[in-house]
């Protein structure tokens, strides 16, 4: 499965899932993509901010490239959200609706969340991404 970003023509940003660029490129064809914002069928491919290659996207016999590793990736991604956001623990809805709110000066911060705090932090417009980190060994 091949996770594209795409635009439409009126710059509407998107995701498509599809078997292989092949397959998007006959959905495009026969008009089968659609923009979720405008409803617009003339969508391009766009570069992503992010690609990782894993086993299954080399050909046959081919040398597997040199490069970042995914686990390499998600360590760094951690790291870095460790050393610039501030560990709030499980104060984040908290804590983010306090700076929402302009209780608080605005900066960085991470922890974690319940459900029930996640809808609310929806509900208030706030926004928030969840990055899920396994636990790494030593």
């Not at 690609?51 to 040199?66: L, N, T, V, W």
């Not at 984040?92 to 932090?121: C, K, M, P, W, Y």
């Amino acid at each position: 499965m091949i996770i594209y970003d795409l635009r439409c023509k009126d710059g509407h940003k998107f995701e498509g899932w599809f078997k292989d660029r092949g397959a998007f490129e006959k959905q495009k064809a026969d008009a089968l993509i659609a923009c979720p914002v405008c409803g617009n069928s003339d969508a391009t491919v766009v570069p992503s901010s992010l690609a990782i290659m894993g086993r299954e996207s080399q050909s046959p016999g081919e040398e597997p490239k040199a490069g970042l590793s995914p686990l390499k990736i998600l360590r760094e991604v951690r790291d870095y959200i460790h050393k610039n956001f501030d560990d709030v623990g499980d104060t984040f809805a908290e804590v983010a609706l306090r700076i929402h709110r302009g209780e608080e000066d605005t900066r960085n911060i991470h922890g974690t969340t319940t459900q029930s705090e996640e809808e609310t932090l929806r509900d208030e417009g706030i926004p928030f991404i969840k990055i899920p980190f396994p636990e790494f060994d030593a």
